[in-house]
């Protein structure tokens, strides 16, 4: 028999969700916590909860409000409490037999799932939410289409891409029929993101510039906001770091207040910070905006990507410690999802912690990389373990091997339409092949003044512009003078990829070195 809602039930309105493991002396009680929500910016909140205390969940009214709930915490990035009134939906959906409220509470359970980890909950409720929508017609569906928008999320972060496709591809057929322009824009941007998912980026950027330029044209400044920031995405993965942080800056101009996506458009200027040798700075931008090290804005299946980020960070900085931990977190979070591509990039997560004190170590964990992005159909994926593998062989002067991991990623970059990325990998195989024994400066890096040596040297070992100004007792704008031609000689786009030029070049000099007998070869 079902029971009433009570003050009691209302979970506490503030943003934060608290600490479960420390006792609580602090909550307000549940009057208090509505005056306040009356006075603040959840008023409608506070509205909804005292009917709800007033009228309990079994009266028939209970149930609109129930959902209207659990959509303002989804809103408002508060999964927990989303959970927890979507399930009392549900249970209030089931009773009173009503099945578009069944479908509309199972489907806020599986976003709800997306974010906290209930995969299983999530893809049961998926499932249940496509057999509901399968029995519907066109017409019955497009009165359906914010559901089906959410399910192609939910079905893309489960990585079962072909059923995200299939319903990007109805609802934009029917939105586009209907004329319901922000769901088959809406609906264009995600059918982007599966395609960048499944590694074809070239696909990936007409969908989204197509959503872009329409969105323009209608007035939807939100959505313009969303296109941007996909654009974005598919730029840092092809590897051109300098549009990527156009389009994200691009993005957070469109309107004049905080967007829904303002923590997106941070991360990826945080990211392209990273990958231009910012790496400090980088990596706190991009912990400010997943809400810190817990990774609480990131949907779950993707924190392991986000924690390789932040390892990769940490071991160019020389700070072992912290990238070991982001390791461990990484691999904490893949174990916990059960996913192919997550336990991808745990791996390489791993690999980055361990590349400068076990280049062995690393090696094995990129080839475990591998073999997970294999099973999980991660073309880019593959891609960047492929390199790790590669610059992990290099350290120990294992030419060839090196040489056939990186032919191997090149060439998965250009099958993905990442020609920058491609590019940038086949300087890290000229590196390794034209590096004669015994020469200081090998490869493309003789192309180097003495001075260009010495700060790519230090780029290479994660130094900022500042402190290679300190180091050499230069000016700052010198610096800054010098990185700019070491880029262009080096025909490169971003200080990570100097690094991995170097690393790998002087790596392979100094294994040959040590193959020439002391006193020539004769």
């Known amino acids: 028999m079902a029971r009433s809602f009570r003050r009691e039930d209302v979970p506490v309105l503030d943003h934060d969700v608290p600490d479960r493991s420390v006792p609580d002396h602090g909550v307000p009680d549940f009057d208090a916590v509505l005056h306040e929500q009356l006075a603040g910016p959840d008023h409608r909140l506070a509205e909804i909860n005292g009917e709800l205390a007033r009228i309990g969940t079994c009266d028939p009214g209970a149930l609109a409000l129930l959902l209207e709930a659990s959509r303002c915490y989804l809103q408002k990035n508060d999964h927990l409490r989303q959970e927890?009134?979507?399930?009392?939906?549900?249970e209030r959906a089931v009773a009173f037999d009503d099945r578009g409220a069944v479908a509309e509470a199972g489907m806020s359970l599986a976003l709800s799932g997306c974010w906290t980890g209930g995969l299983y909950t999530a893809r049961v409720h998926a499932d249940r939410v496509a057999a509901h929508l399968d029995r519907a017609d066109d017409t019955a569906v497009g009165r359906l289409l914010p559901l089906l928008t959410d399910l192609s999320w939910v079905?893309?972060?489960l990585q079962r891409f072909p059923e995200a496709e299939a319903h990007q591809r109805r609802g934009m057929r029917v939105a586009e029929a209907l004329q319901e322009w922000r769901h088959a824009l809406l609906l264009r941007v995600l059918h982007g993101a599966t395609l960048r998912e499944l590694g074809r980026l070239g696909e990936a950027e007409r969908h989204t510039l197509h959503a872009l330029r329409t969105a323009e044209t209608r007035g939807h400044p939100d959505l313009v906001e969303t296109a941007l920031i996909a654009l974005s995405e598919i730029a840092l993965e092809a590897g051109d770091n300098e549009r990527a942080r156009e389009l994200a800056e691009q993005a957070r101009t469109v309107t004049p207040f905080r967007g829904p996506f303002?923590?997106?458009?941070?991360?990826?200027i945080g990211m392209t910070m990273l990958r231009t040798g910012s790496l400090r700075d980088g990596r706190d931008t991009v912990l400010e905006a997943v809400g810190g090290k817990r990774l609480p804005l990131v949907p779950f299946v993707g924190r392991a990507r986000v924690y390789a980020v932040l390892a990769?960070?940490?071991s160019s900085l020389d700070q072992h410690g912290e990238a070991r931990e982001w390791s461990r977190l990484a691999m904490s979070s893949a174990l916990a999802c059960g996913m192919n591509r997550a336990h991808g990039y745990a791996q390489l997560a791993h690999a980055e912690a361990v590349l400068g004190s076990d280049p062995d170590?690393?090696?094995?964990?990129?080839d475990a990389a591998c073999v997970a992005?294999?099973?999980?159909?991660a073309r880019l994926g593959l891609a960047a373990a492929y390199l790790m593998a590669g610059a992990a062989h290099g350290r120990k002067g294992r030419r060839r091997a090196s040489q056939s991991a990186l032919a191997r990623s090149e060439e998965l970059y250009r099958a993905s339409a990442a020609p920058v990325a491609a590019d940038n990998v086949r300087l890290l195989r000229a590196?390794?092949?034209?590096?004669?024994?015994?020469?200081?400066g090998p490869g493309p890096i003789e192309c180097l003044s003495p001075r260009e040596l010495q700060v790519a040297?230090?780029?290479?070992?994660?130094?900022?512009?500042q402190q290679i100004a300190s180091a050499l007792d230069i000016k700052l704008n010198t610096v800054q003078v010098h990185v700019g031609r070491i880029l262009r000689k080096l025909r490169v786009g971003s200080r990570v990829a100097v690094a991995r030029v170097v690393m790998l070049a002087e790596s392979t000099a100094a294994s040959d070195r040590a193959a020439v007998p002391a006193g020539g070869g004769n």
Request: net charge neutral; aromatic share 8%; no cysteine.
């Open 155 to 157: 079905e893309s972060q």
């Open 84 to 90: 927890y009134y979507a399930a009392q939906a549900f």
């Open 457 to 465: 040297r230090l780029i290479a070992r994660g130094s900022s512009n």
């Open 361 to 366: 170590g690393a090696q094995r964990a990129a």
């Open 262 to 268: 303002e923590d997106a458009a941070l991360v990826l």
């Open 373 to 377: 992005f294999e099973r999980g159909r």
């Open 431 to 440: 590196a390794g092949r034209s590096a004669p024994a015994g020469d200081a």
């Open 312 to 314: 990769s960070a940490d």
